[in-house]
C-alpha cells in the first residue's frame, strides 16, 4: 500500500509540474507576430500578463517584481523588429519617465538612475501558442561609469526568474542606431501614450 500510494503521489506532482508548464503558454491562431491584430494582442496579454511578473520575479529581483508600479510608455503591446520580432511594452521608473515619454529625436540626454523594463512576449511557432519572453532591462549610471556603452547597463530577467548573461556591446551595438536619443528606441509611434 505505501508503495501505491507513493506512486500516486509522483503521478500528482507530475501532472502539477506539466500543468504548471502548460499554463505558461497562450494558445494562438496566428503565428506570424506582424499578422496579429489589436484585439490578438489584447486576448494574449489578458492570457499572458499576469503570468510574466510572477515568472520574473520567481528569482527574487526587486526590479522584476516592482516594474509595473512605473510609468507604462505605451498603450499595449508592440510588434516590433527589434527583440526578435517579440511584443514588447516598456516601462519607465519615475527617473526616467518625465524624459523617455518626450520621444524626442535627438538631443536626449537621459538623467542618472534612469531604469527602464521591457516586458516580451515571445510566440513560439511549434507550440502555436504565444509565451513570456525575457525583461530587458536598462539602466543609466552616473557619467563615466561606462563609457563603451555611453554609460547604460544593459540587463535582462528570463523567463524563469534567473539573470540574462551576454556581454553589454552585444545590445549596445544595436542602441548605437539610436545616438540620438541617448542610445533609446522608443515603442512603436501607433502605442505610444500621449505626453
Keep these: 500500500m505505501n508503495t501505491l500510494v507513493r506512486f500516486a503521489a509522483v503521478i500528482s506532482v507530475a501532472f502539477i ?22 484585439t490578438d ?26 516594474y509595473r508600479n ?10 516590433a523588429g527589434a527583440h526578435g520580432n517579440r511584443l514588447l511594452l516598456t516601462y519607465a521608473n519615475d527617473i526616467a519617465a518625465e524624459q523617455y515619454l518626450k520621444f524626442a529625436e535627438e538631443g536626449v540626454m537621459m538623467p ?3 531604469r527602464l523594463a521591457k516586458e516580451s512576449i515571445r ?9 513570456v519572453g525575457p525583461l530587458f532591462l536598462m539602466t543609466k549610471l552616473e557619467a563615466g561609469a561606462a563609457p563603451e556603452t555611453a554609460d ?5 530577467i528570463q523567463p524563469n526568474g534567473k539573470p540574462m548573461k551576454f556581454k553589454q ?8 542606431s ?12 501607433e502605442v505610444r501614450v500621449s505626453n
Design 70 to 79: 512605473w510609468t507604462v510608455t505605451g498603450t499595449r503591446h508592440g510588434v
Design 112 to 114: 542618472t538612475g534612469s
Design 41 to 66: 494582442i489584447a486576448s494574449i496579454y489578458d492570457c499572458i500578463g499576469d503570468k510574466m511578473v510572477v515568472a520574473y520575479s520567481s528569482g527574487g529581483d526587486m526590479v522584476a517584481k516592482n
Design 169 to 176: 556591446s552585444f545590445c549596445h551595438d544595436c542602441h548605437m
Design 152 to 156: 547604460w547597463l544593459y540587463g535582462g
Design 123 to 131: 510566440i513560439n511557432k511549434k507550440k502555436i501558442a504565444a509565451v
Design 17 to 38: 509540474a506539466s500543468t504548471t508548464a502548460q499554463a505558461q503558454d497562450c494558445p494562438v491562431s496566428i503565428i506570424e507576430p506582424f499578422d496579429l491584430t489589436e
Design 178 to 189: 539610436w545616438e540620438d536619443q541617448d542610445y533609446l528606441a522608443y515603442p512603436l509611434e
